[in-house]
């Protein structure tokens, strides 16, 4: 991650001059318009061959499209401080990433491209842990956070957490997207404080992580991997979990009454870091998807489980802290034994497309906000 900001800093100057004074090699899609100046269009493709442009618009806002033309997905016109990956012969990696992480530390916007291995911020992402830290108990939230001027490393966020129980941190090439954590399943976990943006209601939402499991014995009963959820009374839950039950990966949803989703996705014990994801549509029958990835890096190879999560309407809104690696109701408890990285949470229903490149990045992960560029 380090190497890949690096990289990114030095070659921004280089890149906001492509912005404005080199077209790109690739057209213009037809059904776009807007433009104040062609020449100013920056076209790139995806990983999966999806072209994205941006496109500088008269008011000096700029618009990023994707998808097929004319464009399905509209990301309207919105002054980004982003990182676009132009595809070209001078970035091998046909990756893109556009970041959009808001105002930048010094109020303005901007737009930063480069060549990059890490890939785009889906949209609606509410709360992300890298787990990056090395020492310490302060585990970053790093989408909501804010930028501590003048040292833009010293950032804080509403939703930040804690460790606990004095997880190993697992840096270098033990961790995964950069450092990740390693959770005893004695009393390790995180915990980060209750937030309206981490209560869903009745909301779609999307929770995604890495894990990695080196024993079987580790996988028995329920492990949790990130759960916030509250026992209001006898019957009443309110809340979301995502878990593994002897290593199928699950997702209970509690709006009053609750449902467990058991899926036949099992992660294996075989140390190898694992993509979990859940998403959740929460009006369609077919709404509800949980994803694992096998293999490594270069060939992952991903299986879902579709679920119906209907018959649990009411709001999963409470008042209990958010949990990496332990349940919620009490605790801590039901604690994860393994290694995890990069936990993010959105506020909608992310879709395959979506999660395929959070995949393929494999170690090279999202793009982190540049607040956080070092
Ligand atoms: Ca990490
Ligand atoms: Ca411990």
Same mark, same amino acid.
């Given at each position: ?152 490393? *010293? ?191 959105? *506020? ?27």
């Amino acid at each position: 991650m380090k190497t890949n900001n690096n990289r990114m800093r030095n070659l921004l100057l280089t890149a906001l001059f492509i912005v404005t004074a080199s077209a790109s090699s690739f057209a213009v899609p037809s059904g776009v318009s807007g433009l104040s100046n062609p020449g100013s269009t920056v076209c790139a493709k995806d990983v999966n061959g999806s072209l994205w442009c941006g496109l500088t618009k008269s008011d000096g806002t700029f618009n990023v499209y994707t998808g097929t033309v004319p464009p399905t997905t509209n990301w309207g016109a919105f002054p980004i401080h982003g990182i676009l990956t132009i595809f070209n012969t001078a970035c091998p990696q046909n990756s893109i990433a556009v970041d959009r992480d808001g105002p930048d530390g010094l109020g303005g916007f901007w737009l930063d491209v480069s060549c990059k291995d890490c890939v785009a911020t889906p949209l609606g992402m509410v709360a992300w842990y890298p787990l990056d830290e090395t020492a310490g108990t302060k585990a970053h939230e790093v989408i909501q956070a804010t930028s501590g001027f003048p040292n833009p490393q *010293n950032t804080t966020s509403p939703l930040d957490g804690s460790y606990f129980g004095s997880p190993v941190r697992l840096t270098g090439s033990y961790g995964y997207v950069g450092t990740a954590a390693l959770f005893d399943g004695i009393n390790d976990y995180v915990e980060a404080p209750s937030h309206p943006s981490l209560n869903f209601g009745t909301g779609d939402f999307s929770i995604d992580g890495w894990v990695k499991i080196d024993n079987p014995n580790d996988l028995t009963g329920v492990r949790v991997l990130v759960e916030k959820r509250e026992q209001i009374s006898n019957l009443n839950y309110r809340g979301y979990s995502l878990f593994l039950y002897n290593g199928k990966v699950s997702l209970q949803l509690a709006g009053g009454g609750y449902a467990n989703y058991v899926s036949s996705l099992v992660v294996p014990a075989d140390g190898l870091w694992h993509f979990v994801a859940v998403t959740v549509s929460r009006n369609s029958t077919t709404g509800g998807k949980l994803y694992l990835s096998q293999g490594i890096q270069g060939s992952f190879t991903v299986q879902t489980a579709s679920f119906n999560p209907t018959n649990i309407m009411g709001s999963l809104d409470n008042t209990r802290p958010l949990r990496i690696g332990s349940i919620t109701l009490s605790g801590p408890g039901s604690l994860l034994k393994g290694g995890i990285d990069e936990v993010q949470l959105f *506020n909608r229903s992310l879709a395959d497309w979506e999660i395929k490149p959070i995949i393929e990045a494999g170690r090279y992960g999202i793009c982190k906000p540049c607040a956080m560029c070092q």
